[in-house]
């Protein structure tokens, strides 16, 4: 079995992803890790030398590669993984896959984000507080289609990662 968490950046995908996996006893893959490993440099750096339309063609060639192993694991999409070509859509299309939202609120993904947006090339150039919460509430608006269409929705906001993860597994 392969389950793929997705959400916004800053939802937690990727501290939920090594927990549940640890659990689960599950191979872990964190999409963005991966891609960093493969180019042998940042995400930032990718973005900025090679483009985002680079950056997501490789990100879905690599989603490919994890789609044919036939390993049990949990995957961390980036936070626009599920919404460029048809990612999701071939996700969902595998046997024996789940696909859970971490569903964290504007003002959760806001505080989260400020204090680390140097580090998320897509936010890097917002000054103000204002300035990502508003980025965030259009790339929710934006989103969300795809999101909502995860086999589970786990709301993370005000919850311990041990929380979150014990509600996944008892929904799973």
Known sequence: MKIFLTGYMG???????EMLAKKLNYKYVDLDDQIEVIQGKSINAIFES??????????SQILDDILEDT???IISLGGGTPC???????????????SIYLKAS????????????IHRP??????????LEEFIRKHLFERAYYYSQSDMSITVDEKTPETI??????RL
């Open 11 to 17: 939802s937690g995908k990727s501290v939920i992803g």
């Open 50 to 59: 090679k483009g985002e339309l680079f950056f997501r063609k490789l990100e």
């Open 71 to 73: 390993s049990n694991m």
């Open 84 to 98: 460029y070509g048809n990612n999701f859509e071939r996700i969902c299309e595998q046997k024996d896959t789940k």
């Open 106 to 117: 504007i003002q959760t993904l806001t505080d989260r984000l400020f204090v680390e947006k």
């Open 122 to 131: 897509v936010i890097s150039h917002l000054e103000t507080r204002e300035a």
């Open 165 to 170: 993860v014990a509600e996944i597994m008892e």
